[in-house]
């Protein structure tokens, strides 16, 4: 049987992206919806698990809309959540939100790489890629290897990523005492969470939140101080947090949780050919369960950019700005919750007044990212 790689002509390709999360899948529809030859691997083989809560903003849904690929959310069944209910030493308030949409991160991914398919990308799966010089890409399957000279880069590799590692000018910067992600799919509503609701379990070592996911099952996300996961372990780390507020815990022994490293963390948006753009672009810690949004939306942005790119001009500076200009308000917005949700006795006396009715609408209507 051919393998995918020698499936594929290594010439003429106008775009490579890198990556088939949101980001990737969302740049790839944008790129070949301008009439670009585009190609998208990704080293997973799908449908692959993601450490995510699963919920998608209300900008995040829009933004989908906007590119057309809306449809993905449908097949991945993904359905409505309107409560945000948060905890925090106890203390528990639930506020109307506007809608977020909950999704399992294999079955949408998937059905986005679907999406991409059906609009003249060509998708492999299993291909890992790595940059070797600001103009080539080697491409892996197995034993085999094959170097592509595409017309534009686009890497959407998310954290975990080692689509960049080597290259100088794409060198990370971490927040080496910022949280690290932890997720798992649970078969079970966990005990703290209520129904139809997303559940949010704040603490001095960060947060835990729980989601309802299409099908009966659950989605765990949790942002922990490196130091609780090295004294108690992942499970261990989350029952502490849950047992802060009086919360038992979340049968963890019987839950296999991945992780991701430091979530804060920044580096170069673009150089040359080569743009960047989710998760691959840089990161803030995710209390607001944004991150799928800000891929999406930056993502739909790219076609022209990389256009651009492809008929020799210099758009990576551009690239950059674009960005910025897309994201810059709600990563302040996320740094700011999340500096307020690192401090459980301010949250306390906050979540006490709420539930005197004392906390206007539009500052939890603030929490959720509306349109981008
Ligand atoms: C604990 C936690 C909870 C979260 N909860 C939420 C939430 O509720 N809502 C929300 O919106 N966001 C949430 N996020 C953030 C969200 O998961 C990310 O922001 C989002 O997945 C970013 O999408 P992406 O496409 O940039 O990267 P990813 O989704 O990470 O996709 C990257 C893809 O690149 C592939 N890849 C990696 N390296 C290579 C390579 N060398 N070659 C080829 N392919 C490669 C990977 O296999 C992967 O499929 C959460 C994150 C964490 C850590």
């Known amino acids: 049987m051919a393998s995918a790689l020698s499936s594929i002509e290594p010439g003429g390709w106008d775009a490579l992206v890198v990556g088939a999360g949101p980001a990737g899948c969302v740049a790839a529809a944008s790129i070949a919806a301008r009439g670009l030859r585009t190609l998208l691997v990704d080293r997973a083989a799908f449908p692959r698990p993601k ?25 991945a069944g993904a359905a409505p959540v309107a409560t945000l209910r948060l905890i925090a030493r106890g203390s528990s308030l639930s506020l109307p939100i506007r809608p977020y949409v909950t999704v399992e991160r294999a079955r949408f991914d998937a059905a986005l790489a679907q999406s991409c398919v059906e609009r003249g990308v060509r998708f492999l799966d299993g291909v890992g890629a790595k940059l070797l010089d ?52 649970l078969d079970a509503p966990p005990a703290h969470a209520g129904p139809d609701a997303i559940t949010m379990v704040c603490g001095r070592g960060g947060y835990v939140g729980a989601a309802p996911l299409p099908g009966g099952r659950w989605a765990l ?10 004294r108690d372990g992942p499970a261990g780390a989350i029952d502490s947090l849950l047992a802060e507020s ?18 804060t963390r920044r580096r170069a948006a673009s150089r040359g050919r080569v743009l960047l753009v989710g998760d691959a672009s840089g990161y803030v810690q995710p209390l607001t369960g944004e991150g799928m949004s800000w891929a999406i939306a930056c993502a739909a942005r790219i076609g022209p950019y990389a256009e651009a790119i492809v008929r020799g001009a210099d758009a990576a ?12 308000v709600r990563r ?17 006396a906050v979540l006490r007044l709420g539930a005197l009715g004392a906390v206007p609408g539009w500052a939890s209507r603030g929490l959720c990212w509306g349109r981008a």
């Open 51 to 75: 450490v995510c809560g699963g919920c998608l903003a209300p900008a995040g849904v829009a933004a989908l809309d906007d590119a057309g690929l809306g449809g993905a959310l449908r097949l």
């Open 246 to 263: 009086g919360l038992g815990p979340v049968a963890a022994g019987a839950v296999r949780f991945r992780g991701v490293g430091n979530l």
């Open 134 to 185: 600001l103009e080539t890409v080697e491409l892996r399957a197995g034993d085999e290897r094959i170097s592509l000279r595409p017309g534009a880069i686009v890497v959407a590799d998310g954290l975990g990523g080692a689509a960049l590692s080597g290259r100088p000018e794409f060198r990370w910067t971490v927040k080496e005492d910022s949280p690290v992600g932890l997720g798992a799919t």
């Open 332 to 348: 302040v917005v996320c740094r700011a919750v999340c500096a307020a949700a690192a401090r459980p006795r301010v949250l306390d």
């Open 221 to 230: 996300a949790a942002a922990v101080t490196p130091w609780l996961v090295r």
């Open 317 to 328: 500076g551009a690239w950059g700005r674009e960005c910025s200009r897309t994201l810059g």
